[in-house]
């Protein structure tokens, strides 16, 4: 029984740092194409992935 408890644990905590790190990538993304899109001179696209950092970001 315990050993059930034990695994289950790890996988909450697995699943929680998982999640932590998908959403960092995804943030740093946003924020590289956001760099891209002021060089290129983009606003639009610029705004538009600046609303989306938003979202993630809280």
Do not use: P
């Amino acid at each position: 029984m315990w050993l059930n408890i034990y695994f289950l644990q790890n996988i909450q905590i697995f699943t929680k740092r998982f999640c932590q790190c998908q959403e960092s990538m995804e943030i740093a993304k946003l924020k590289n194409l956001s760099l891209l899109a002021s060089m290129t001179g983009d606003v639009e696209w610029q705004h538009e992935l600046c609303a989306r950092l938003e979202k993630l970001s809280g």
